[in-house]
């Protein structure tokens, strides 16, 4: 958890890859419903800078599809 936050706190220093699994180990194990929803935002916004990806994503994980 400490490492999710400390990914998703410089997001501009790593990996689009590292920061999306930061984001759903927050989203999944957050502490508040807040820091869930701003995980979630996140990813939103990294997955909107490859939409392909974020489709194949999709179709592979059903946990995305909610």
């Not at 927050?26 to 916004?45: I, K, N, P, V």
Request: proline share 3%.
């Amino acid at each position: 958890m400490a490492e999710a936050r400390t990914v998703v706190a410089n997001v501009a220093r790593h990996s689009d890859h590292l920061v999306r699994l930061a984001c759903q180990v927050l989203t999944t194990h957050g502490q508040s419903e807040r820091e869930r929803r701003d995980a979630r935002a996140l990813l939103f916004a990294i997955e909107a800078r490859c939409p392909a990806r974020h489709r194949r994503a999709q179709a592979l994980d059903p946990e995305v599809r909610r």
